[in-house]
T-cell receptor, first 111, second 123 residues
Framework: QKEVEQDPGPLSVPEGAIVSLNCTYS??????FMWYRQYSRKGPELLMY????GNKEDGRFTAQVDKSSKYISLFIRDSQPSDSATYLC???????????FGQGTILTVHP | NAGVTQTPKFQVLKTGQSMTLQCAQD?????MYWYRQDPGMGLRLIYY???????DKGEVPNGYNVSRLNKREFSLRLESAAPSQTSVYFC??????????????????????FGEGSRLTVL
C-alpha cells in the first residue's frame, strides 16, 4: 500500500464549479501536507502547504487536513480553465528521506 | 535562480543502450530524488538520496542506478535501456527543517522542488 493514496479521476467540470480533490495517507507521523499542480509538459510546482491539521486558504484554493481520519483535501472555488492541470498530493514530516506521491488527479475545467 | 536543472531534456535510445540523466540543484538542499511519471501511474519514486553520500531504493528501482556525486548533483543511469523505461523523468530536491518547538529535531518536510523533466523514449 502506498503511503499516500489519491482519487485518480480524471475530473471534468464546467467553469465556475467548486472542485474537491482528495487523498488519504497512512503514516500518522506525517505533519506536513502539500498539494502540487502540474501543467502539461512541465514539472510539478508547490500549490498549497499545510502544517498539522486544519484549513489553509489562498485565494480560490483551500487545503484541508483531518489528521484523525488521515484525510487531505483541496477545494477550488470558482474554477477556471487555467486550473486545468494534474494535481498531486504529498505528505512529509519524518526523519527518513523517502517521499512518495499520490497517483495524481487530472482536472479539466471547460468553458 | 536556476533551482533544479536536468539534462538532457529529450533523448531517444535503442534497446540495450546506456545513458545517464544528470541533475543539479543550487539551493544547497540535502535530499534529492528521481521520479518517473507515466500516464495513469502518477509520480513513482525510483531512487532517493537523503543526504550526500547516501542513496536508497524507492518504489521502482529495477533497471536503474544512481550516484550522488556531491551535494549538488544526483545522476540516474540506465545501464541497458528497455522499452518499459520510456517515460518522463523528474529530478527533485528537498530540505530538512527544524521541528517547531523541538530545536534539535529535524524532519523532512516533503516540500519538493522539481526540474523541468527529461523525456526518454526507448525503441
Amino acid at each position: 500500500q502506498k503511503e499516500v493514496e489519491q482519487d485518480p479521476g480524471p475530473l471534468s467540470v464546467p467553469e465556475g464549479a467548486i472542485v474537491s480533490l482528495n487523498c488519504t495517507y497512512s503514516n500518522s507521523a506525517f505533519q506536513y501536507f502539500m498539494w502540487y499542480r502540474q501543467y502539461s509538459r512541465k514539472g510539478p510546482e508547490l500549490l498549497m502547504y499545510t502544517y498539522s491539521s486544519g484549513n489553509k486558504e489562498d485565494g480560490r484554493f483551500t487545503a484541508q487536513v483531518d489528521k484523525s481520519s488521515k484525510y487531505i483535501s483541496l477545494f477550488i472555488r470558482d474554477s477556471q480553465p487555467s486550473d486545468s492541470a494534474t494535481y498531486l498530493c504529498n505528505a512529509g514530516g519524518t526523519s527518513y528521506g523517502k517521499l512518495t506521491f499520490g497517483q495524481g488527479t487530472i482536472l479539466t475545467v471547460h468553458p | 535562480n536556476a533551482g533544479v536543472t536536468q539534462t538532457p531534456k529529450f533523448q531517444v535510445l535503442k534497446t540495450g543502450q546506456s545513458m545517464t540523466l544528470q541533475c543539479a540543484q543550487d539551493m544547497n538542499h540535502n535530499s534529492m530524488y528521481w521520479y518517473r511519471q507515466d500516464p495513469g501511474m502518477g509520480l513513482r519514486l525510483i531512487y532517493y538520496s537523503a543526504s550526500e553520500g547516501t542513496t536508497d531504493k524507492g518504489e521502482v528501482p529495477n533497471g536503474y542506478n544512481v550516484s550522488r556525486l556531491n551535494k549538488r548533483e544526483f545522476s540516474l543511469r540506465l545501464e541497458s535501456a528497455a522499452p518499459s523505461q520510456t517515460s518522463v523523468y523528474f529530478c527533485a530536491s528537498s530540505e530538512y527543517r527544524e521541528v517547531p518547538g523541538l530545536p534539535r529535531r529535524q524532519e523532512l518536510t516533503g516540500e519538493l522542488f522539481f526540474g523541468e523533466g527529461s523525456r526518454l523514449t526507448v525503441l
